[in-house]
């Protein structure tokens, strides 16, 4: 069910700059109650409440009775075991708001070593590229995703026994939140040389886009990367920062260490290491 049905119906606010928090009902005994703080603009273009599954009802561990799907962005924001939608006129921060507050001011956000987060009541930019790029913003919330891809085949310690000659069929999957993915490039020598992939079927967002490359191995061992670039331009870095860099935004082809490790879309941590005989 769109979320916008039941905003309207329930006579809510539809302004763009209010905010949704979103409430779960997980919130054992002295714990903070899961809640994150979402534009109202993204629960009215696609956002559900979701409580079915593929022709079931939504399992317990999915988030039942009701889960909110919110596409294209991090997970944490798909609020499961969802008991209430507050809409209000800021992020949920200061006092009054102190039990809801952890997972959507202090955890969930981009923060550099020796710093903490800042509590913010609102912000303009949600992909998170546009957050980096936005100096008002030095923690970012994970919000929208940033361009990622993965190679799922061969996987992690294969061996390969290929026909001399024959070619084996390196396939992954692409994703970019909101944006179009443009391009997937795939290296079989750990990022020293690149080759084109072919994007396969419909661009749909913010659905995963499946690529194949086909590759002729020689004997030995190589490591198998992919990057992708979406449809702004933007390429997924090497490899993720030394804390002491202090990094705010992706830089020199490094993605800015944090301290949960959130976010990361380097394809260097992600090599597959395969054996062709």
Known sequence: MPVGEVLHSAGACLDDDCWVAAI?????????????????????????????MNGHPLPAEHGAPVRLIVPGWYGTN??????????METMLCGPEWEEYTHWQQEKYRLVPQGEQPTERETIDAFDL????????????FMYGMLVNSLIVSPGPDES??????????????????????????V????????????????DEQPC?????????????????????????????????????????TIANRK???????YASNAYGPVATTVTAE
């Open 24 to 52: 779960g009902d997980d919130a054992p005994e002295g714990e903070s109650v899961f809640a994150r703080s979402l534009p109202m603009r993204k629960l009215l273009e696609d956002c559900l409440l979701a409580y079915g």
């Open 78 to 87: 798909s609020v499961k075991w969802l008991s209430r939608l507050h809409v």
């Open 129 to 140: 590229g546009d957050q980096f790029a936005d100096p008002s913003i030095r923690h970012p």
């Open 160 to 185: 390969l026994a290929p026909e001399r000659g024959d070619s084996v069929t390196i396939q992954g999957v692409a994703w970019a939140g909101d944006n179009d993915i443009s391009a997937v490039e």
């Open 187 to 202: 290296s079989t020598d750990g990022g020293e040389t690149w080759h084109s992939a072919t994007l396969l079927g419909d």
């Open 208 to 248: 995963w886009r499946q690529f194949g490359f086909e590759w002729t191995p020689r004997s030995g061992t190589h490591t198998l990367v992919s990057r992708a670039t979406d449809d702004r331009g933007r390429t997924q870095p090497a490899a993720i920062s030394d804390p002491d860099e202090r990094l705010l």
């Open 255 to 261: 993605f800015p260490w944090n301290k949960r490790g």
